[in-house]
């Protein structure tokens, strides 16, 4: 690492972890393609919008960690490779014949025939908040709601729900436990182990009693052919299963707080619900969830910006840095819910674009809308200030806990199945956190 490297203590700050913003427009105007030095491994970010897309397809810029070098080993510790071997750890051609035999269960039309089954768990767990008044909306609303819609598509039983969301909150929550280091890293590591050994008994009990559902899709690719063997059966339900409900369930949670906080723009949601689809857009671009692409590897020195990589670094792409790079957005700090839909990354780029995008989509306009729509006075619970978020060294943007009250019983009739934008009565500019108060700090990308 060079001497000019940035030591992480500087950048990822309690300041940091509650709005990130502010770093990384210094990063964007003064070290564009910045050193980091920290103690769990050194990398270069890049921050501005241009060189980011254009990293994101860099060739030379690889996504095997379990290359010669193992960087898995320092990133990710000793038994990552059980569960992180797959398609989003690796670059063409394994990961195009990876894709290709997921995709089918992305594909628009399947999505679109769980619409009513997202609505109805909405339904459902909105039901069980309204008569108390108060929620803590992460723990009862944000994060089943992804969990369980993911794992209807998996085949994951009703019954196992419940453990197997703890196992992934650990993993998620790293570091904001209050462990020391040494206890946070065990932790994690039994975590990943249990997660491991349950996936392969599911595995092995769809086996015996096939269902319409993914794992059953894929174990019927291993056995007849197609290229997917016994442990990349295991680490593709891992990646689907955990990418599938973590950056979804922080995206609810950060959209929340971004509209409550912008009231002008909830006002003009609920006036014009029409708006919903591309509110969608500008909230992951304003405050997405995944604020660094997963790491990458120089395979040869490379450069950008006049700063030369060498070869064997780990390379961060700054995605939320990018998607507020003004050179792209105009007033990128605002969150302006009229903004004609522009190319963010917030969903990747290149050949490692979110494959569960319409997934992603469909579930983040049923649940704001049916947010809105049954709790229409729906308002923090405490100061923004005071939300508790991941640590600021969390590869994840997102909070602990989201406080809200709202009228006990609600106003609003439970969302029509349909969950469909422009449906329902209606359901709803101010700084980005860069500028209001603060704001505390698999998919592919």
Known sequence: MTEDAVPASELYTPEFAANPYP???????????????????????????????????????????YGPGQEYLRIFGPNSEALNKNMLNADPPEHTRLRRIVSQAFAPRRVEALRPRVAEIVDNLL??????????????????????????LLGIPETDHERVLD???????????????AEDRAAVQEAQLRLHHYLVDLIQAKRAHPGDDMISALI????????????????????????????????????TVALLTNPDQLDLLRAKP???????????RFDGPLPVASPRIATEDVEYQGVRIP?????????????????????????????????????????????????????????????????????LGVPVSQLRRLPAGSPFR????????????GEGAPSPVDGGAGAPPPIGSQRSPSTQAPVHTPEER
């Open 398 to 409: 997102g909070l602990l806990e989201l406080p809200v009250e709202f009228t006990a019983g």
């Open 23 to 65: 770093a990384f427009a210094r990063l964007r105007a003064e070290k564009p393609v910045c050193p980091i030095s920290s103690p769990r491994f050194d990398s270069y970010l890049i921050t501005r919008f241009d060189d980011a897309k254009a990293a994101l397809i860099d060739p030379r810029l690889s996504k095997d960690l």
């Open 220 to 255: 019927d690719a291993c056995e007849h052919g197609r290229q997917l063997s016994e442990p990349e059966l295991v680490t593709t339900t891992f990646l689907l299963l955990f990418a599938g409900h973590q950056t979804t369930a922080d995206f609810l949670g950060n959209a």
């Open 274 to 284: 029409e708006l919903l689809p591309s509110a969608i857009e500008e909230l992951l």
């Open 167 to 181: 196992w992934t909150q650990v993993i998620r929550t790293s570091g904001s436990s209050g462990r020391s280091p």
């Open 127 to 152: 039901d069980k908040i309204i008569p108390q008044g108060q929620a803590e909306l992460m723990h009862d609303f944000a994060i089943p709601l992804p969990m369980m819609v993911i794992s209807h």
């Open 311 to 379: 070869r064997g670094s780990i390379v961060g792409v700054v995605i939320n840095a990018a998607n507020h790079d003004p050179a792209h957005f105009a007033d990128p700090d605002r969150l302006d819910l009229r903004r004609v839909r522009g190319p963010h990354i917030g969903f990747g780029h290149g050949v490692h674009y979110c494959l569960g995008v319409s997934l992603a989509r469909m579930e983040a306009q049923i649940a704001i809308e049916a947010l809105l729509h049954r709790l229409p006075d729906l308002r």
